[in-house]
């Protein structure tokens, strides 16, 4: 990297307080994006053995050993929450966190429930940290305040976004400037922060992180058990590739280590052998536990190895690069890793419009403990979650739901394998959808869909 860029880059972090730590940081993903990687064969690497790859215990006398092992050590456990996003893919500006999310809570307010939940059961206090960014620091705290919850917070580190093709800092002069690094930035906004070394000293020892949308994602004390047994440094949850997920990270042993591989690593030649679901049959659930003590050792001998990662967009007419790390990636760096092969009933990540539908829908409920779950009624001929797609058209943003349903929560996708709805249509309290449906609402006319009506199967217009 030239002197002037890195001045340049220097001079645009400390006009937003940004600490001399936190750009050279900055200036070394700079430098290593800049350095041109070969693609990592894929003969190079396989799929991790059982011995890499824990399962489930099929046994419930283990299983129930594993739990009781685990429960002795919720004392030591902490709970983070990735809390960085805004729901711009649901087509709102506001923090993911704070929208609703199911029986009229937010996903923050779920949160809090499955860890009052756990204080309740075990009578143990366990600390719950958010992780915002500086879209959401502001927002999400004036809504912990309202709550009156005991929450810690970090503020994960904000980078500029560069011009694609100088590397040169994008200036708008607003906050389009800015972005954050990735979630694979939690590990040293731990460490910069203080807290990594406060839990510590508090005698925590292991960290569950996931995502805030991710409802399923709670601490279950069997997997703090089985971390023990194992003495797992980092464990990765993951679960059954499908075709929907053939292009997301997947579990490989490379360099005689566990090792995440993102489709971004792969020659665009290999791509299809990538995406190869009996090949390379997991994929990355973004649920991850640390041992933290290990996480200490591996910051301060500089052995925290992230790829970097290039997310190209386009801001007011130029194309930038955005330069981000990975979370599950930190896995090639500690000695011990392990995965976990979980179901799905540990992944139900709300990413878009119908995502956030469906989990408001019958098809999950909430239990005594605030866990999410599928409702168990749902035929088990049917696929776990129905697939559905809303057009433009119809609605773009939960924020306009209200233009769409007299009631969405009312809506039964109980036995749905899928919905598709398209146009200007208006559905009425207590619909119920069976089988494949198709709507579609001609061009210049509203199509109402009565109160009670069951569509099962087929085309509406």
Known sequence: MQPPLEEAIRTKMRTRGISATGIESFLRMVRRAGQKSPYIPLDDVCAPSEELLLQ?????????????????LLSKAVVIKLNGGRSTTMGGEVPKGILV?????????IILGQMKA?????????????????????PTMEVIKQLGANVRTIE????????????IPIDTGTDDDWAPP???????????????????SEGYHWAFISNVDNLAANLEPWILGLIQKHDAGFLMEVTDRTNEDRKGGTLVVGNDRLQLL??????????FEFMDIDRFRVFNTNNIWVDLIALRTILDQGLLNLPIMQNHKKIRGENIVQLETAMGSAIGSFPRAR??????????PTKKVEDLFVLQSDVCLLDSMYRLRRNSSRLSSLPPVPSVSFGSDFLDSPLR??????????LSLLNAESLKVSGSVFFERDVTIEGNVSIEAAPGKTLKIESGAVLKGGNYS
Do not use: C
């Open 56 to 72: 489930i215990p099929e046994n419930p006398e283990i299983l129930s050993q594993l739990e009781e092992a685990g429960e002795a």
């Open 101 to 109: 999310a199911k029986d009229g809570m937010s996903y923050l307010e």
């Open 118 to 138: 756990i204080r309740d059961k075990w009578s143990i206090d366990i600390p719950l940290v958010l992780m915002n960014s500086f879209f959401t620091q502001t």
């Open 156 to 167: 994960q580190k904000q980078v500029p976004r560069l011009l694609k093709d100088t590397l």
């Open 182 to 200: 990735g979630h694979g930035d939690v590990y040293e906004s731990l460490s910069d922060s203080g807290l990594l070394d406060e839990l510590l």
């Open 262 to 271: 993102e489709i971004a690593q792969v020659d665009p030649k290999s791509s």
């Open 339 to 348: 995965g976990l092969k979980v179901s799905r009933d540990r992944f139900f």
């Open 401 to 410: 739901i209200s233009e769409r349903f007299e009631d969405s929560t009312t």
